[in-house]
């Protein structure tokens, strides 16, 4: 979907006359986290033509939450920071919530940080979450070797005890690798970033999701199987 734009009239900072920028409105409320038909109430730009502010109202009926849009002005199209900027925690299903309580605490600051440009806190936040995530899901898939799992690094977890979840085993060796990256000096993976980061964190997630509903009505139902 394109952007809506919208165009204010700031000074020059090289001349004399004013020059019209554009500002991208959002599409997403920050509190229901719905797309829906942002309104824009009022904007305005600082004396010297450097930033940008607008206040918005979500357009989704029950909600209409107001917000604002801070706007650091280029020539080109200019993308705000949202304020406040709350992450939206129904990305991880309730059993995930369950199974590893820390992940979601941790995975939603670490998109509080990404939400908030700051990128640098953001990576080795998520390289966090992942790791919770995995141990816990070991632990919750081997009871009796918690202590175990909990001293051991990250990657021997991944090939020890989920080894039989071949889909999860690729997802977060690979999030493990550029979860190394956002915590080491120098990168590995040059053509990979922390949205990549994040979208292997939710293939994990969602992995394990379809896992254990899968199990779970198994059990549910062989109980009754004739
Ligand atoms: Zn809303």
């Known amino acids: 979907m394109e952007a809506r734009i919208i165009r204010i009239r700031v000074k020059d900072p090289n001349g004399p006359q004013d020059r019209h920028v554009n500002l991208v409105v959002p599409d997403i409320c920050p509190f229901c986290h719905h797309h829906s038909q942002i309104h824009v109430l009022a904007r305005a730009a600082s004396k010297d033509g450097s930033t940008a502010g607008a ?21 080109t199209v200019n993308s705000p920071v949202i304020f406040p900027s709350r992450p939206d925690g129904s990305v991880i299903p309730d059993i995930v919530i369950d199974i590893s309580p820390s992940f979601y605490e941790i995975f939603l600051q670490a998109e509080t940080a990404l939400i908030n440009g ?14 919770f995530l995995i141990k816990d899901y070991a632990s919750h898939l081997y009871p009796d070797h918690k202590d175990e799992i909990e001293d051991n690094f990250l990657g021997k977890v991944i090939s020890e005890y989920i080894k039989e979840e071949k889909r999860i085993v690729e997802a977060s060796k690979r999030a493990t690798w550029l979860g190394n990256d956002e915590t080491h000096y120098k990168r590995k993976w040059e053509d990979k970033d922390i949205h990549d980061l994040r979208e292997l964190i939710l293939l994990v997630v969602r992995e394990i999701d379809a ?8 059990a549910e139902m062989d109980k009754w199987k004739k």
Do not use: D, M
């Open 211 to 218: 896992s254990e509903k899968y199990k779970r009505y198994l």
């Open 55 to 75: 206040l918005f109202q979500c357009g989704f009926e029950p909600c209409q939450s107001v917000f604002l849009g801070y706007y650091t002005l280029s020539n």
């Open 118 to 131: 700051l990128t640098q806190i953001a990576g080795p936040g998520y390289r966090k979450a992942l790791e």
